[in-house]
């Protein structure tokens, strides 16, 4: 156990120094791996790993999802997509950011990535709460928690990951994350309105916005909504493996940017694909590197000892799962939610197998925390996009306004772990 | 959060360095055509299959193939535009004190890292090539496919030595 957790410090100490986390636990994990089997078979496993990896079907989701996702945003669909949420929502108080948080929402649900979302929503919503004289905490918090919806709302690409290393149905891991998705989009919402009930001068009435154009909006997003009921659809119903549906995702996505006069040439269809490239390319960075950590990790019995020490401590299934979570609370201020997954889920996972709990059910709690992370200081990915997009706002004011909506994420966690079948009703 | 200065400076560099626009446009290329491919392959599959029962034949490792391409020929893009992922927490505070030294401190991490990768992946290449190891459906010389992709690994850890020396003679901007 003891070289084990050397390792993780080594990791983390590498990781804080600045060196690239991938290559932080590949190097270590390799350090270790040689430690325990020699330097011929060290090597030797390494390079077998990233083939098997690199080579894994089930990964080609991970690229055509992000291809999907960045076809969707180079199509500049989220300025429909926050005047639909927007002619729907103007009515209630606070009404823009409760329409920030939809869109945020839709946005996410099909371009799936939280810091995308984020730094799109910060140009569109940010402008139009500060013309209404919105309160900056307010406005730049409803914008960091809405991006973090991507990494929950299917299709995602961390559930994606969590299903392939814990061996888990990535169709069942989709359809999973959709109630729970939902609920903290009605608890964003919830929590908006009990900001703005209890501070009215956050967000001032906003009168009848004439800029709405709300017939043109709710038939431009039509297509993704289309393209989101084809994909999550085509997964439920068994018609399309996630791999398929993802194919289907990124081509339907290619054809909506095509209609909106997106992709007409050779140099417009060049950054998108660049773009999802190198976002692949150095999330397998990752997943290489905390692979062969976990191989380090398996071989010095951490995870059996831990099974031994979970037993002796006779914790329910509910109580190691709270136990997890708090540290992947700790771990998500500051790895994000890939590094999370990848160094928490395998070193657990023969104690979560040894106490029988629902593996799609812990998929879910194991990923909202990492969309935790995204938002808690000192290394709130969302909070330094929203700030990096709006370079005006200040830092301080910014986390001062995501924390309402992490006492909203705590509280939809809370209920999903002693309430599984929120999780559950639709996969059993 | 990536350090703009930095991907700015080597830029810059990939315009001036011949072997680096070179490389630059090869892995570009080959890494967006391989992902393109990839998508039009998994639609032509599906469609093929529901429509007229017809999937294509060995379309399953056709996609293993083009992502490992992909994966490997986008490290060296990753590199050129620095956006591994990384734990900013200390590191901006480290680099605003020493930019010239953590820049090459944390490069050398990733070129030694991308180097016993890519000579791995060599390793296995020459093995399967000796042995002529082929794969299962389509049955092609695995070799074929291990070994341009190592190359490719190789020539991300290159381009990694590359911007080591010129942040360490200034010919890119450090952070």
């Known amino acids: 156990m003891t070289v084990a957790l050397l390792g993780f410090l080594a990791v983390i100490l590498l990781a804080f120094s600045g060196v690239r986390i991938g290559i932080a636990s590949l190097l270590v994990g390799l350090s270790g791996v040689i430690y325990y089997r020699g330097v011929k078979s060290g090597f030797a496993l390494l390079g077998q790993q990233i083939v098997d990896d690199a080579m894994n079907y089930n990964f080609t989701v991970i690229p055509l999802f992000i291809l999907m996702g960045v076809f969707i945003y180079h199509s500049q669909i989220s300025d429909d997509l926050f005047n639909a949420a927007h002619s729907a929502f103007s009515r209630l108080k606070g009404g ?73 149905d990535i169709g069942k891991l989709f359809i999973a994350g959709i109630i729970p ?7 964003f919402m919830a929590t908006i309105a009990l900001i703005v009930r209890w501070k009215p001068d956050y967000a001032p009435s906003q009168g009848k916005d004439e800029s709405v154009a709300v017939a043109g909006s709710a038939k431009g997003i039509l297509p993704v909504l289309f393209l989101f009921i084809l994909v999550l659809g085509g997964i439920y119903g068994s018609i399309f493996t996630p791999t398929e549906a993802a194919g289907i995702g990124a081509f339907g996505a290619a054809l909506i940017a095509l209609s909106r006069g997106y992709l007409r040439s050779v140099k417009d269809w060049r950054a998108p694909l660049s773009e999802a490239v190198m976002s692949t390319a150095s999330i397998f960075m990752v997943i290489f590197g905390t692979l062969v950590f ?52 395998p070193v657990f996972l023969p104690v979560l197998i040894d106490a029988d709990v629902n593996l799609i059910w812990f998929g879910i709690i194991v990923v909202l925390v990492s969309e935790l992370g995204l938002i808690t200081p000192p290394v709130g990915m969302n909070v330094f996009v929203v700030k990096a997009t709006a370079p005006d706002l200040d830092l301080t004011e910014v986390f001062r306004g995501v924390i309402p909506f992490v006492f909203s994420i705590l509280v939809v966690l809370t209920a999903l772990i002693f309430v599984p079948a929120v999780v559950t009703v639709f996969i059993e | 959060m990536k350090n703009e200065a930095n991907e700015a400076g080597t830029l810059e560099a990939v315009e001036k360095s011949t072997f680096v626009r070179f490389s630059h446009n090869i892995l570009e290329w080959f890494s967006s055509l391989s992902l393109l491919f990839m998508m039009l392959l998994t639609f032509a599959d599906v469609i093929g299959r529901y429509f007229w029962n017809a999937p294509i034949f060995g379309a399953t490792e056709v996609l293993q193939f083009l992502l490992i391409g992909m994966i490997f020929s986008g490290m060296g893009l990753v590199v050129l535009y620095d956006k591994h992922i990384s734990v900013d927490i200390f590191s901006p505070a480290i680099g605003r004190r020493f930019p010239r030294l953590h820049a090459i401190y944390t490069d050398i991490f990733t070129f030694v890292g991308l180097g016993i990768v890519g000579v791995q992946l060599f390793r296995i290449g020459i093995n399967d090539l000796e042995r002529n190891v082929t794969t299962i459906v389509l049955e092609l010389p695995r070799a074929a496919i291990i070994l341009p992709v190592s190359i490719f690994c190789l020539l991300a850890a290159l381009l990694q030595l590359w911007i080591i020396i010129n942040t360490a003679v200034k010919k890119v901007a450090a952070p």
């Open chain 1, 96 to 168: 823009l950011a409760h329409s920030t948080v939809v869109a945020c929402a839709g946005f996410s649900a099909v371009c799936g990535s939280s810091l995308a979302t984020a730094a799109t929503m910060t140009k569109i919503a940010l402008p139009a709460m500060q013309r209404y004289k919105y309160s900056n905490g307010l406005a730049a918090g409803t914008i960091a928690a809405g991006g973090t919806l991507g990494i929950i709302i299917p299709p995602s690409v961390p559930l994606v990951i969590y299903g392939i290393v814990a061996e888990q």
């Open chain 1, 181 to 187: 998705g939902l609920l903290l989009v009605l608890s």
């Open chain 1, 294 to 345: 976990a191989q380090f990790i398996n071989l010095s019995g951490l995870p059996y000892e831990l099974v031994g020490v979970v037993e002796r401590m006779d914790l329910s299934p509910t109580g190691l799962v709270i136990c997890i979570a708090l540290i992947g609370i700790a771990m998500g201020m500051v790895f994000d939610a890939i590094g999370i997954l990848l160094l928490l889920v």
